[in-house]
């Protein structure tokens, strides 16, 4: 019986990210990066409305045209000291499956080319936390960019999240 990328990843295989196009962010000095593919936008900060007893990692949701999103605070999220929104402070709208969230992050970096051969599997840092939302480490020239697993990051979170977007969106 041949296996699907969905049933390695179920069995918790970890998979190879592949290369291609990435959306290149900061947050503080640390360049991050994400699969372009899963990037639906990037829009300036918005208001966003606070939602009550959600994680601290999640600003609140904010009407997008009028569809409801998380926003999440990726500094939080990774537990980073919190700044003040600067004028390059923006919000990367991620789009999986049915699912979307914002992500704010300090400022969008470029689109760039990571080759699958310039991408290394991410070494164990010894802290469960710290690999858990990467899904490999690009290297280009003399740079390093921190891929993330944006499933990981993103959309595997507290179910309430997911039941308030899911209301939403059906009201």
């Given at each position: 019986m041949k296996?699907?990328?969905?049933?390695?990843?179920?069995?918790?295989?970890?998979?190879?990210?592949?290369?291609?196009?990435?959306?290149?962010f900061f947050l503080g000095k640390e360049e991050y990066a994400i699969e372009?593919?899963?990037?639906?936008?990037?829009?300036?900060l918005m208001p966003?409305?606070?939602?009550?007893?959600?994680?601290?990692y999640i600003r609140g949701v904010l009407n997008l045209r009028g569809k409801i999103i998380p926003v999440m605070d990726l500094r939080t999220r990774f537990g980073f000291k919190a700044i003040?929104?600067?004028?390059?402070t923006c919000?990367?709208?991620?789009?999986?499956?049915?699912?979307?969230?914002g992500v704010v992050v300090?400022?969008?970096?470029?689109?760039?080319?990571?080759d699958g051969?310039?991408?290394?599997?991410?070494p164990s840092f010894g802290s469960k936390s710290t690999d858990e939302y990467l899904a490999g480490i690009g290297k280009l020239e003399e740079s390093v960019k921190l891929l993330l697993d944006a499933t990981k990051v993103l959309f595997e979170m507290h179910e309430q999240i997911k039941e308030i977007q899911s209301e939403k969106?059906?009201?």
């Open positions: 296996e699907t990328m969905d049933d390695q990843t179920a069995a918790g295989i970890s998979q190879k990210l592949e290369g291609g196009k990435f959306l290149t372009i593919l899963k990037v639906q936008e990037i829009i300036g966003i409305t606070p939602v009550p007893s959600m994680p601290p003040d929104d600067t004028e390059e919000i990367i709208v991620v789009q999986e499956g049915q699912f979307r969230m300090d400022k969008v970096s470029e689109v760039v080319d990571i051969s310039q991408i290394e599997e991410v969106s059906e009201g």
